[in-house]
């Protein structure tokens, strides 16, 4: 288990989340950054991939270098080549001078190709070449030149789909897919809600200069049930508006300005159902009084009128970290 205090150790204070699905593949970023091999962050949009790449650059031996993001949907397919590899001069109308590309500038360091599905067929070419013999050639160029670079990539859709329909060359896909990061959506990780919206909180407060913000359970509820499309980001942006809109008092739910949740749960049995909220309750209930008593469990065991060793059991029973109460705010 990789705990806050680990976590701080590892240099990745920055990840917020305690989850077991999230820290099964958090656990990783320090092993890989040690090694250079190339790495593959799979998330939806939102979900910290590039936070991630981050930290494997700034644990590795690279981190005194550059590390270059790079979004390969957001790059005309015309210009794609010549971002990457850069261009020799008169290597087409208007090429005047010669001029390097994103990967010389990222020389010693990492570059980060998101959305590496979309990069245009010729472009894969040769960053397969690049990856197997570091050597690439500037466009209008006869010498070939080397650079000494990391390579993460990361997607937001499913690699193994975008292989089958053609979009990501196969030879390119096993090139890069030495290490895996799957990211959780929050969905899927709802219990890290609580923690990751106090770290929020807390951040644009001091940020923004305003009081630290109470989050009432009701809040810490809604929060909690909503699912997320936009993952972590959405998150932040929600309580970044709030933090900035809200006039005083506690934060309330209109504070969030939450769209309207259309997520029909899926068909369950009432028992299923029922359950599962209860189970949804106890939870952003304990992580709502163990935030309002910075994870004193003591005092919120006295909050909630239970004696300390019930509490205790809910605790455990959840797996929740009382521990990282503390460090989070
Ligand atoms: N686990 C996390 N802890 C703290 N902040 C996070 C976490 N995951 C994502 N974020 C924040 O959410 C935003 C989106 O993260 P980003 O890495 O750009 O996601 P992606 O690349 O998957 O779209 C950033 O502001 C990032 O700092
Ligand atoms: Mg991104």
């Given at each position: 288990m990789v705990s806050q205090a680990l976590k701080e150790k590892l240099g990745l204070r920055h990840l917020i989340g305690n989850s077991s699905v999230f820290l099964q593949e958090v656990k990783k970023i320090p092993l890989v950054a040690g090694f250079d091999a190339s790495v593959l962050i799979c998330g939806e949009t939102g979900t910290g991939k590039e936070l991630c790449a981050r930290a494997i650059h700034y644990l590795s031996?690279?981190?005194?270098k550059p590390f270059v993001p790079v979004n390969c949907g957001a790059i005309p397919v015309e210009l794609v080549e010549n971002e990457l590899f850069g261009h020799e001069r008169?290597?087409?109308?208007?090429?005047?001078t010669a001029q390097p590309g994103l990967l010389k500038q990222s020389e010693g360091g990492t570059i980060f190709l998101d959305?590496?599905?979309?990069?245009?067929h010729l472009a894969q070419v040769k960053l397969l070449r690049f990856l197997q013999e570091k050597e690439y050639r500037p466009l209008g160029s006869t010498a070939v030149c080397t650079a000494d670079v990391r390579i993460i990539a990361a997607s937001n859709s499913d690699f193994n789909v975008s292989v089958a329909t053609g979009k990501l060359r196969a030879d390119l896909f096993y090139r890069l897919n030495v290490v895996r990061l799957n990211l959780p959506s929050l969905r899927e990780r709802s219990e890290d809600i609580p923690l990751l919206a106090a770290y929020f909180l807390q951040k644009y407060a001091r940020e923004f200069k305003r009081s630290s913000v109470e989050v009432p359970l009701d809040v810490m509820q809604a929060l909690t049930l909503y699912?997320?499309?936009?993952?972590v980001r959405e998150l932040e942006h929600v309580i970044k508006r709030a933090v900035i809109l809200r006039e005083s008092g506690p934060l309330s739910i209109a504070d969030l300005e939450l769209p309207v949740d259309n997520t029909p749960s899926a068909v369950q049995s009432f028992r299923e159902a029922k359950a599962a909220v209860l189970r949804q309750f106890e939870r952003t209930y304990i992580q709502a009084l163990l935030l309002a008593h910075r994870g004193n469990i003591t005092s919120a065991a006295r909050a909630a009128r239970k004696n300390r060793r019930a509490f205790w059991e809910l605790i455990r029973k959840h797996a929740i970290d009382a521990h990282s109460f503390r460090s989070a705010i």
């Open positions: 031996p690279r981190s005194d008169g290597a087409y109308t208007g090429a005047h959305e590496i599905d979309w990069l245009p699912q997320w499309p936009g993952n």
